[in-house]
T-cell receptor, first 113, second 112 residues
Framework: EAQVTQNPRYLITVTGKKLTVTCSQNMNHEYMSWYRQDPGLGLRQIYYSMNVEVTDKGDVPEGYKVSRKEKRNFPLILESPSPNQTSLYFC????????????FGQGTRLTVV | AQSVTQLDSQVPVFEEAPVELRCNYSSSVSVYLFWYVQYPNQGLQLLLKYLSGSTLVESINGFEAEFNKSQTSFHLRKPSVHISDTAEYFCAVPSGNTPLVFGKGTRLSVIA
């Protein structure tokens, strides 16, 4: 089954404690991205990657890091989480091009206290 | 850069009534337009898309959207909603290197 898998689904952590949210896709997609979803703000892109070892900032990259060492994986790293990073996070993948469908993971609800 | 505006953040509607969720996009050049749906506690999934050809596109669950170039709109409609349509709906458009830029979403609540 074609899918994007995120882990964990739920996470509560304390300010300053480094964490990683994993994302994996089994569709051999070149393009992967991370979004955060906040009430009233919709989805905002954090980082994206057009292929292995190629990453770039989205609209809200501050406080986040990513890496793309393999085509299927695109982890999101919060080196020192803060309460304003409490949000619902989605990973997505697609093939390159503006007409293609993006496939989303189930989401990771992060709470930073 | 392209952008989309969803004019309504929340739309309550009674079951079996019609509904329209509004979306306007920012550019008058050729565009591709998408509607995604997010059911409670789930990720987003594609509902329908306009790429070219007929300006009226349909989904398998009875929604339709019409691309209107003169009004730069891509409104989503359904003639009779069901409780199961309760969800958040996002309009999206590709922009530059970003596959998708999303609107802020419209939460559709269907009331029995």
């Amino acid at each position: 089954e074609a899918q994007v898998t995120q882990n964990p689904r739920y996470l509560i952590t304390v300010t300053g404690k480094k964490l990683t949210v994993t994302c994996s896709q089994n569709m051999n997609h070149e393009y992967m991205s991370w979004y955060r979803q906040d009430p009233g703000l919709g989805l905002r892109q954090i980082y994206y990657s057009m292929n292995v070892e190629v990453t770039d900032k989205g609209d809200v990259p501050e406080g986040y890091k990513v890496s793309r060492k393999e085509k299927r994986n695109f982890p999101l790293i919060l080196e020192s989480p803060s309460p304003n990073q409490t949000s619902l996070y989605f990973c997505a993948s697609s093939i390159p091009g503006t007409t293609t469908e993006a496939f989303f993971g189930q989401g990771t609800r992060l709470t930073v206290v | 850069a392209q952008s989309v505006t969803q004019l309504d953040s929340q739309v309550p509607v009674f079951e079996e009534a019609p509904v329209e969720l509004r979306c306007n996009y920012s550019s008058s050049v050729s565009v591709y337009l998408f509607w995604y749906v997010q059911y409670p506690n789930q990720g987003l999934q594609l509902l329908l898309k306009y790429l070219s050809g007929s300006t009226l596109v349909e989904s398998i669950n009875g929604f339709e959207a019409e691309f209107n170039k003169s009004q730069t709109s891509f409104h989503l409609r359904k003639p009779s909603v069901h409780i199961s349509d309760t969800a958040e709906y996002f309009c999206a458009v590709p922009s530059g290197n970003t596959p998708l830029v999303f609107g802020k979403g419209t939460r559709l609540s269907v009331i029995a």
